[in-house]
């Protein structure tokens, strides 16, 4: 096994106990939501601490650490791994472009022109942790290069995520912040430049270019994948580890048993009783419908004409195989809920309503890709008929 397949199989391990930690605790706070004790549990997460409750401190604070982890992932599969080669690229790239425009696509056509239109940014994301975790349970099932696709696919699903905040979601725009933290980034990118290999600087540059982006306006999570794309990735043959290979390795312990089980548990206090009813709203079926259908759609029309391009689908993986992916893309949970606390940022019962809508669309993706999986992989296991 070489180094590159060993830290991929360490990535995927890690990002699937990752996964079911992340359920585990998303599972506790609904409970608690709807027992007696939900008043309190929901007033925890609105205490001040400074000049944020601790809701915002988690998705403006530690979220930001999430967006960094995502921004050196792809940073590495763009040097090491599925996107290093153009002709591999465009596969995975073209199921996480489909993935998201179908999505946002028929929650548009529900939402278009109404209050509720900016929910079309919710089903466009895939939780790679989540979708991980459902797809270890398949065991040896299912070839490496699957899980691979869906790693690549997923980091470029939650790019595309990460652009469509900056550009859809920020507003109140302070043109001062945003040269303080373009200031910021070109520094960090001239250190990288000159060859500066100590991880100090970018921790220091990386937590002043958070606060100035939290200040002009653009989301501040935004600035994880900033910082991760100015870190330096190659040693350039000094035989130590870059501070982005160093922070990827650092972070993905915190952010996976951490970062993502704190944001499960602060942002899916659902009321079932409130929520319910709103289910069959033209928001909640779009964010569903999009997660449930457009996602596997999207994906699968992305793939086939990315090698109708003359993109290069992997020998080992089968048309089976990516409408099995497709269905697990529709797992949204982080990010989808994350984009809703967004999109409904006065409307704390559409952010209710749509985090309900994400739930039942992820869990019914998780399912649908799991048994789709498990048939694909126990037909692989069928010998061949004798004519």
Not at 246 to 260: I, N, S
Not at 277 to 289: C, E, F, M, P, R
Not at 360 to 380: D, F
């Amino acid at each position: 096994m070489t180094g590159r397949t060993q830290a991929l199989v360490r990535f995927l391990a890690s990002e699937s106990v990752g996964g079911v930690v992340l359920i585990a605790c998303a599972v506790v706070s609904i409970s608690i939501a709807n027992s007696a004790a939900g008043e309190s549990w929901s007033a925890l997460w609105q205490w001040q601490l400074g000049s944020l409750t601790f809701e915002h401190w988690v998705n403006d604070g530690l979220m930001a650490l999430f967006f960094l982890l995502v921004g050196l992932e792809l940073e590495r599969e763009i040097y090491d791994g599925e996107l290093s080669e153009l002709r591999s690229a465009v596969f995975p790239i073209a199921a996480a472009v489909g993935g998201a425009l179908v999505p946002a696509a028929i929650h548009f056509a529900l939402n278009g022109n109404t209050p509720s239109q900016p929910g079309a940014g919710i089903p466009i994301a895939t939780d790679i942790a989540f979708a991980l975790a459902t797809l270890s349970l398949l065991g040896r099932g299912v070839p490496l290069s699957l899980k691979v696709f869906l790693t690549a696919f997923a980091i470029m699903d939650d790019l595309i995520a990460v652009t469509v905040i900056g550009l859809a979601y920020s507003s109140d725009l302070s043109p001062v912040f945003m040269a303080a933290a373009a200031a910021v980034l070109g520094l960090l990118i001239l250190a990288s430049r000159m060859g500066i290999m100590a991880l100090t600087p970018y921790v220091v540059g990386g937590l002043l270019l958070w606060l100035f982006t939290l200040k002009s306006g653009i989301h501040a999570t935004v600035s994880g994948v900033m910082l991760a794309f100015a870190m330096p990735y190659s040693d350039r043959g000094r035989g130590v580890e870059s501070p982005s290979r160093k922070m990827e390795r650092l972070l993905h312990a915190p952010v996976g048993l951490l970062v993502l089980p704190v944001f499960a548990l602060a942002n899916t206090a659902i009321v079932a009783n409130g929520a319910v009813a709103h289910l069959v709203s033209a928001n909640s079926i779009g964010i569903a419908a999009g997660l449930i259908v457009g996602k596997p759609v999207g994906i699968m029309l992305g793939c086939l004409i990315a090698t109708r391009l003359g993109s290069r689908k992997p020998a080992t993986l089968s048309w089976a195989h990516v409408f099995g992916v497709g269905l697990l893309g529709g797992i949204g949970f982080t990010m989808s809920i994350f984009i809703a606390n967004l999109a409904f940022p006065a409307a704390p019962e559409a952010i209710n309503a749509a985090k309900l809508a994400i739930v039942v669309g992820s869990v019914v993706s998780a399912a649908a890709g799991l048994a789709w999986l498990s048939i694909v992989a126990e037909a692989g296991r069928r010998p061949p008929r004798r004519s």
